[in-house]
């Protein structure tokens, strides 16, 4: 609808909305990962790269899960458009964009959880928690709420302290309340959190 008014950054915004959909869907990485390729060159072409920068992350998690990433834990690669992940969250940080911070933060606790890397997780998930404008009430906000809970339970694994165990039981109570309000979306979440 964005490109048949002739907004661009709105048709570039659904575009990136509906590669992360894609990836929660079930679609194979590979096709995810081709159609964020050709949806890319559309951004390039209505000089949208700043906007498709939302997507950068995703790409390269997409690289890091399909074995292309030196260190899959760390969201760094071809897709990162800065020397490092460490520069672009800096920068990012700097100039205070949240909505790019949301994605870095997210995409690279989800890598890190995956490969199991529960300190650099949580950092990013403290890191999202600060946020001023975090994507609170969408599917990436519970599933912080979800990864902050896998992480702390982890964690209290681990360390055996009890500061890990209450922070996952937070969690938890909120993954309960969603799987009450959406037990579609959520139960099954909260199961692997209670097991």
Known sequence: EGLKAGDTAHATVCAVIYCNIAFRCKKKLSLVKKISIYLKKE??????????????????????????????????????????????????????????????????????YMFDDIELAIKMVEKYLDLKNPFEGLVVGSEVIFLYGLTSFAQARKTKEAIWKNRAHESLKKVKQLAKDSPSNYQHKLLLLEA
């Open 43 to 112: 951004a390039k072409v209505y000089k949208q790269e700043s906007v498709w920068n939302l997507a950068l992350p995703l790409e390269q998690a997409i690289l890091n899960l399909m074995g292309y990433a030196e260190k899959p834990s760390l969201l760094d690669g071809d897709s990162i458009p800065r020397e490092s992940i460490d520069v672009w969250m800096a920068t990012a940080e700097r100039v205070k964009a949240d909505r790019l911070l949301c994605a870095l933060y997210y995409w690279q606790m989800l890598v890190a």
